[in-house]
């Protein structure tokens, strides 16, 4: 397992099609919401669930669910032609039926230096997350503090 990502996979683009360097969210929990931030990389593998362009897909997230964070640009998540950065956390966490995404709206926790923590499928909810991350980083600010 990979501790953290080589820099050749942490370019990705918006969704107008930009290039992002992801170096940007280094010192960062995240989520692919604090310190926490949640990075939507909208995918059309799952029941064409996303169709359209990239900067519809963020218009959508924007109007529909009031999202306040990063969408990037559309990317495939899984074979061969899987984005980098899905490629990386994928074979640094793999799944529960190994490392192919299932379905829509996977999730990764990445902590501050880079590592995948966790793995979490569809149905586990972006919050339910953000409240074991923080849990965490106290659990472990605790445990530094008490040394």
């Not at 360097?21 to 949640?38: A, C, H, R, S």
């Not at 709206?105 to 966790?118: H, N, P, R, S, Y």
């Not at 919050?127 to 965490?136: K, S, V, Y």
């Amino acid at each position: 397992m990979e501790s953290s990502p080589p820099s050749s996979i942490l370019n990705s683009q918006d969704s107008k099609g930009k290039d992002v360097d992801l170096t940007i969210y280094n010192e960062k929990v995240l989520l692919l919401p604090n310190g926490f931030e949640v990075l939507a990389f909208p995918c059309n593998q799952f029941l064409k669930q996303e169709p359209g362009t990239s900067e519809e897909a963020q218009q959508f997230a924007c109007t529909r669910f009031k999202a306040e964070y990063p969408i990037f640009q559309k990317v495939r998540v899984n074979g061969p032609d899987a984005a980098p950065v899905y490629q990386f956390l994928k074979s640094s966490n793999s799944g529960f039926l190994g490392s192919s995404i299932k379905w829509n709206v996977t999730k990764f926790l990445i902590d501050k230096e880079g590592k995948v923590i966790k793995r979490y499928g569809s149905t586990t909810a972006p919050l339910a997350i953000e409240l074991i991350a923080n849990e965490a980083m106290l659990q472990k600010l605790l445990a530094v503090n008490s040394l």
